[in-house]
């Protein structure tokens, strides 16, 4: 009983999770060493294998350690499983951006390529471009039209696997971001030219993660819609290269004067390198920091297999590119003029490219340029005239050449038509023109003396006098009085009338003083109206722009001058070519005399010597040229017959160089009551004055002149002359035709009274 009671006694179950060690059995207690009815000695006689079984255990855990993914494998296990399941929540986070950026853009059955702006190709009369003007700042070409070494180069810098990627470069993305993080700072980019035309073309240049996924997107719809050369022409239209210049055509007609079409290599490499800083690498800001860029880029050619070792090393050794900050060349003025009256004549904004043919020689538009620069080089400094402009036309005002100032690149301010000055006497030949339409003739007596007219004494710039002389010498030698006696005669009315029908645009004050130019106008309207009297009195209409058409060849816009209306008689220009050609052959435009050419002008200069200009023609073109400062501060005795005459005569040398010279309206001849005489432009003696008054046939060729001995002004720089736009209160005769006191002649009421004839007493009284 006693044993079964035992027997029944039981061990409670142990929650430490492992089996009894040997220090458990020993805290059992003496009365409980009996189990299943062994014996404690039985259990003590059993042999002890404490060392196996701890080894047993060892393996065992070992065992579970392998099975449970321990040790190196095991890392690495957990490392890809981890790995997969932040890749897996990482594509579904992506997938949940793209999505919601998605959803936020237009659908893409509506996505277009945005019209490029618009672009104004502008071609001279051969029709070679001189310049682009727009928003792109050059016209676009295909890929076979451009050099070939600039897609080459692009995609070599750029995107070396643009034509094998699907417009994501997930390898070039992987080595910018390793690039980067190794560097510390951003120094490559992942992006590819898909992409860079799709953040050109549809979005703003912000860096947000919102753009950079619509990016991808439009990058992905561009491939999936276009073909490779497709989007690399795009891309090399559209893509910016600083200074303005959108585009490889606008960029090398900037940095190079040339086309596209025309780069070389080494160009090529350059234009390439300032696609990744376009002000920074700018050849115009920094010529070595571009061209070290284009070192980069050629390396980068090789690299690929677009050109060898001599290509290179040939690109290598040209020197640097130093392009101005600016467009240069004078052209660029032309283009300006362009631009300002394009809308207006093909009715309204430019919203397609249009080709715009001028009437601009570019040949005569180097030569002008050229001449200008010649003088302003080589005396300009010295006698403080530190600007210049020139117009040409030819008989029907076409402007064959123009030039707004000394340099485009530094001032496109243009003098030649946005700038208006005193013409001085270079304004004298619409007052003689006045007179001959009122009957008077180059041979017309009037006195060279002091006059009064109110309170303004007109004098000639030596202050002398010469007496009873012609119209003819007067104009010659440019005497200030005798130009305002006239205007007296005729009356300011009628002179401002005449200007105006010539082709004077700009307003007039009908004064006395304006026989000596102190009204405003501007070079080429001055020059245009000279037009008149080298084609023989027709409207010669300044025009630069002759026809405009869009790319498809629709013509805008048609120029036609063909029919022009007479302004004045064959008479009256007749009489003025050939007193104009005396100022040339005798006068004060004695510099501008042109070997073997038949040439009239005149010189003009203002109060001061603010402004100096000369106006000229031949039968092929008129020329007008000035010379100044932008701020009216005077020069060093410069007048119409200085510089501005030697820098017309350079520019006509070489203007008609190869042309049979040709004689100017009328010969040079003459006209009076009807009968052709010689205008020698010589003075005579008294005893041919005499003889004419006489009526002695001998002589009667010989045009009156000044009286042996007396001294003729030879400079026509008006001296106490009234300031301009001076009022009727300074000239009282202005509006009433009265007589001033002075001899100045018959006053003239109308065209129909007969002028009169110098007599010998008038000469012997000196009137």
């Not at 990016?215 to 022409?233: G, P, S």
């Not at 009239?600 to 073109?621: C, H, I, P, W, Y």
């Not at 006053?747 to 000469?763: C, E, I, M, Q, V």
Request: aromatic share 6%; proline share 5%; hydrophobic share 40%.
């Amino acid at each position: 009983m006693a044993g079964k009671s035992r027997s029944r006694q039981r061990i409670e179950p142990s929650f430490s999770g492992r089996a009894p060690s040997d220090d458990d059995e020993v805290s059992i207690g003496a009365d409980d060493r009996v189990a299943g009815g062994r014996s404690s000695a039985a259990r003590e006689a059993r042999p002890r294998r404490d060392k196996p079984a701890k080894a047993k255990r060892r393996g065992g855990r070992k065992r579970r350690a392998r099975r449970d993914g321990g040790g190196f494998f095991g890392f690495l296990r957990f490392v890809i499983y981890w790995c997969l399941v932040l890749a897996l929540w990482g594509g579904i986070g992506v997938g949940g951006l793209v999505l919601y950026y998605g959803s936020r853009m237009p659908s893409a059955s509506t996505w277009a390529i945005p019209a490029r702006p618009p672009n104004v190709k502008i071609n001279d009369r051969d029709g070679s471009a001189i310049a682009n003007r727009g928003a792109t700042g050059g016209e676009a070409l295909t890929l076979d039209e451009m050099s070939p070494y600039i897609p080459e180069a692009i995609v070599a810098i750029e995107d070396r696997r643009f034509y094998s990627h699907f417009g994501v470069d997930p390898i070039g993305l992987a080595r910018a971001l390793v690039t980067n993080a190794i560097t510390g700072h951003t120094v490559q980019g992942g992006s590819t030219l898909t992409q860079q035309l799709a953040k050109n073309l549809f979005l703003s240049p912000e860096r947000t993660l919102e753009r950079k996924v619509q990016e991808v997107l439009l990058a992905f719809w561009l491939e999936h819609k276009y073909t490779k050369d497709q989007i690399l022409t795009m891309y090399l239209n559209r893509v910016f290269f600083g200074s303005n210049a959108f585009g490889v055509e606008a960029a090398s007609r900037r940095y190079f004067s040339k086309s596209a079409r025309d780069v070389t290599l080494a160009e090529a490499a350059m234009l390439a390198g300032l696609v990744k800083a376009p002000s920074r690498l700018s050849p115009a800001r920094d010529p070595q920091a571009a061209q070290a860029r284009a070192q980069v880029v050629l390396q980068a050619m090789r690299d690929q297999g677009y050109i060898g070792d001599a290509e290179i090393k040939t690109a290598m050794s040209q020197p640097s590119t130093r392009a101005k900050s600016y467009w240069s060349g004078a052209e660029n003025y032309v283009a300006d003029m362009v631009m300002d009256q394009l809308p207006g004549l093909i009715g309204g904004e430019i919203k397609e490219d249009v080709i715009v043919d001028t009437t601009l020689d570019a040949g005569l538009e180097k030569k002008a340029e050229q001449s200008l620069n010649d003088i302003l080089d080589r005396d300009g400094r010295k006698l403080n005239a530190l600007q210049a402009a020139l117009v040409s036309v030819d008989r029907t005002g076409a402007v064959r050449a123009l030039v707004g100032g000394k340099d485009y690149a530094e001032s496109q301010y243009n003098r030649a038509v946005t700038a208006k000055r005193q013409p001085g006497s270079a304004f004298k030949p619409f007052v003689y023109a006045a007179a001959m339409e009122m009957g008077m003739t180059p041979l017309s007596m009037r006195n060279d003396a002091p006059v009064k007219i109110g309170n303004w004494t007109p004098e000639n710039y030596e202050q002398k006098y010469n007496g009873p002389v012609t119209l003819e010498t007067a104009l010659a030698h440019s005497l200030n009085t005798i130009a305002a006696q006239l205007v007296m005669e005729v009356g300011p009315e009628q002179v401002i009338k005449l200007a105006h029908r010539l082709g004077i645009e700009s307003e007039l004050q009908a004064n006395a003083s304006i026989a000596l130019g102190t009204s405003e106008v501007s070079l080429l309207e001055l020059t245009s109206s000279y037009a008149a009297f080298m084609n023989g009195g027709y409207k010669a209409t300044p025009h630069v722009i002759a026809k405009v058409t869009t790319a498809s060849g629709k013509v805008l816009y048609q120029a036609n001058f063909g029919d022009p209306p007479r302004l004045l008689s064959e008479t009256v220009v007749a009489n003025m070519d050939a007193m104009m050609a005396g100022v040339i052959s005798v006068g004060t435009g004695r510099s501008a005399r042109i070997p073997g050419w038949q040439a009239a002008g005149k010189t003009g200069t203002t109060q001061s010597f603010r402004d100096a200009l000369f106006v000229g023609f031949t039968n092929e073109m008129t020329t007008g040229v000035w010379f100044g400062n932008d701020d009216g501060k005077s020069m060093k005795k410069v007048t119409g017959g200085g510089l501005p005459a030697k820098a017309w005569k350079e520019f006509m040398v070489a203007a008609h160089k190869g042309l049979t010279p040709t004689p100017i309206f009328g010969g040079g001849q003459i006209i009076d009551n009807g009968a052709t005489i010689a205008a020698t432009g010589k003075p005579t003696t008294i005893e041919s004055i005499l003889s004419g008054v006489l009526g002695n046939d001998s002589s009667a060729g010989a045009p009156p002149a000044t009286v042996p001995g007396t001294r003729v002004a030879t400079n026509e720089e008006p001296q106490d002359m009234p300031a301009a736009g001076a009022g009727d209160d300074i000239n009282p005769y202005a509006s009433r035709h009265i007589t001033p006191p002075a001899d100045i002649g018959e006053p003239a009421s109308g065209g129909n009274r007969r002028p009169h004839r110098t007599t010998l007493l008038d000469l012997i009284l000196g009137n």
